[in-house]
């Protein structure tokens, strides 16, 4: 039960920051620009949340961390994981919400050279959300949801395999085996040589 537990929030965290950083590189928003031509911007996840690449990388290592974390580092590992699904969630939900300026305002500014919160927003035309930012914040949830599970079933964790501990009994070494007996002929070799085969 114990041992499921453990997979359950590392395959959870794994999997939920592989698509964290797969929404990064995603369309998250499409900007209508307010000119002769109309020109149509996108914006993926990684302009629009700068951290938001780097905090998935580091839920893929929190993740693999935890196979191999005891009970007290599994806790950490799993209130680490609290933390960062808190964070990406606070990210997100403003984005999710509507106060798309700011998240877009740089790649305005990037294709324009206008700069301001204000300047920029009258160059806006139509803001289109797509599902991605949705789809991110429930990912972080999940990222979340599998902190909380791991923190309360990590004390119960087994440690860490053998093979990486220190103080590991040493495997007991093998018995000696018996001399081999010596025929007539090997006696009588060592007997020429000066050697007492009887000993």
Do not use: K
Request: aromatic share 4%; hydrophobic share 55%; no cysteine.
């Amino acid at each position: 039960m114990m041992r499921r537990a453990r997979l359950t929030a590392v395959l959870t965290t794994l999997g939920a920051s592989a698509l964290v950083l797969i929404a990064s590189t995603q369309t998250w928003f499409t900007v209508v620009l307010v000119d002769e031509s109309g020109r149509t911007l996108s914006v993926v996840g990684a302009d629009a949340v700068p951290v938001l690449a780097p905090l998935a990388l580091a839920g893929l290592a929190l993740g693999a961390a935890m196979t191999l974390a005891g009970r007290l580092l599994g806790v950490i590992l799993t209130l680490g994981a609290v933390l960062l699904g808190a964070v990406l969630l606070v990210l997100i939900a403003p984005l999710v919400a509507g106060d798309t300026l700011a998240a877009v305002a740089p790649a305005v500014t990037e294709a324009t050279g206008i700069a301001g919160d204000d300047a920029v927003a009258q160059l806006l035309d139509v803001v289109r959300v797509t599902a991605w930012p949705v789809l991110a914040g429930v990912f972080a949830l999940l990222i979340l949801a599998a902190g909380i599970f791991g923190a309360i079933t990590a004390t119960s964790w087994r440690t860490g395999g053998r093979r990486y501990r220190t103080d590991a009994p040493r495997p007991a070494s093998a018995p000696e085996q018996a001399p081999e007996r010596l025929d007539a002929v090997d006696s009588w070799d060592d007997l020429s040589r000066g050697d007492d085969p009887t000993r």
